[in-house]
């Protein structure tokens, strides 16, 4: 009888925990860190079903967006999948990650990231731009505003591509901009909604097309798209173009001065700032930019700290504890710490013509969009 009661008793405590309601489960679910989530995906169909709800995504990328781990990926020679490096921890950990897109050598082109997602194009015989997580392989297209951007009409620098989040409509967006073949001189700029799963002109009067798109990969930051560029109006130098995506507006924002005396610089995001990293023709050494306080100009502040004395070195972002990981010698992965101390050194299959990118790990999916609503 005993025995009995036991096996009722491990029976009636196996069913409550089974029977937790869906809420619940959520909350004890959330906080945890991603790694445990894209394991527990596979606990059971109720529980992939949850994580992978958009609802949930969004409210851990909310609770987490302060601990969303950096990654750098990049894509070796007609290869099929890429590789991705973990830069918070050792760059020697790396793995393999599938590429939802065929491509040929060198034909492949990273044009931006955004909250997790990466936003590829084929340069050479593609059709569509894909949004990419690489972190649970999810991929969608995305056509191209307009048939002239089609197979031989792309040429470099006649096309300049982006992509970015719009919180006050919690809608994703794909900005493209490019030069009219026919009139070099005149620019179009287009969005597509992912929510409303089409194309928009963006109205552009008042801003002058007076400048050339020098970067054709968008840099997200601060709701905002960013591309670098050149004047053409005599005045010369280096700007930037930014793309406000709530407010559907361009604008151009200055550089530092000293950068117009220097090599072709690259924007990204270097600790949690929009920054410039260039090559300077007085030092031969790349240096570091970044803009403390957006949209005013006077707060580029250089950083030196971080920089080894090597003009072989690119880099690519800076890690939470102040680490700064780039590539060396074309086919080295570097991390050095203040005063260019060498942390780590990793050789990469790659060349000079190897693709780099940083994305952030999020279990984010793309918001549903009106046709899919209406079925």
């Known amino acids: 009888m005993e025995i009995e009661n036991n096996k009722k008793r491990k029976t009636k405590n196996h069913d409550e925990v089974v029977t937790l309601p869906p809420e619940l489960i959520e909350k004890i679910l959330l906080p945890l860190p991603l790694k445990s989530l894209i394991r527990f995906r596979c606990v059971s169909k109720q529980w992939f079903s949850m994580i992978s709800d958009s609802h949930f995504t969004k409210s851990h990328f909310d609770l ?5 781990d950096n990654m750098l990926l990049y894509f070796p020679p007609d290869k099929s999948v890429a590789r991705c490096v973990d830069v ?6 790396d793995y393999a990650v599938q590429i939802p897109e065929t491509y040929e050598h060198y034909s492949l082109r990273v044009m931006g990231s955004c909250r997790g997602f990466i936003l ?3 340069c050479v015989n593609g059709t569509h731009f894909v949004v990419w997580n690489p972190t649970t392989g999810f991929h969608a297209t995305v056509s191209y505003p307009s048939p002239l951007l089609r197979g031989d009409m792309y040429r470099p620098h006649q096309l ?3 992509i970015g989040y719009d919180k006050s409509s919690d809608d994703y967006l794909v900005v493209a901009g490019w030069r009219d073949p026919f009139k070099t001189s005149k620019h179009r700029w287009d969005f597509f909604s992912v929510r409303n799963n089409c194309w928009k002109e963006i109205e552009t009067r008042g801003f002058h097309s007076n400048f050339l798109i020098t970067c ?3 840099v997200f930051y601060n709701g905002a798209i960013h591309w670098l560029a050149v004047r053409t109006d005599g005045e010369g130098g280096r700007v930037i ?8 507006n361009l604008s151009i924002l200055s550089l530092p001065p000293v950068l117009h005396g220097g090599g072709t610089p690259m924007l990204k995001l270097f600790g949690g700032y929009l920054g410039i990293s260039y090559m300077s023709w007085q030092t031969w050494r790349n240096e570091l930019w970044v803009l403390k306080e957006y949209k005013v100009e006077s707060t580029w502040t250089k950083l030196n700290n971080y920089i080894p004395l090597d003009d072989t070195f690119t880099p690519m972002c800076l890690t939470k504890s102040n680490e700064c990981v780039g590539r060396r010698n074309i086919n080295m992965l570097t991390k050095f710490g203040e005063r260019g101390k060498l942390l780590e050194s990793k050789v990469i299959e790659c060349d000079s013509h190897i693709i780099m990118t940083m994305f952030e ?3 984010l999916t793309l918001p549903r969009n009106k046709r899919e609503d209406d079925h």
């Open 64 to 68: 987490a967006s302060n601990t969303n």
């Open 88 to 93: 918070e921890g050792s760059i020697h950990h």
């Open 241 to 248: 173009v930014a793309f406000d995506l709530e407010g559907k």
């Open 216 to 218: 054709n990969s968008g």
């Open 361 to 363: 790990k999020t279990l």
């Open 160 to 162: 300049w591509v982006g």
């Open 120 to 122: 590829l194009i084929n």
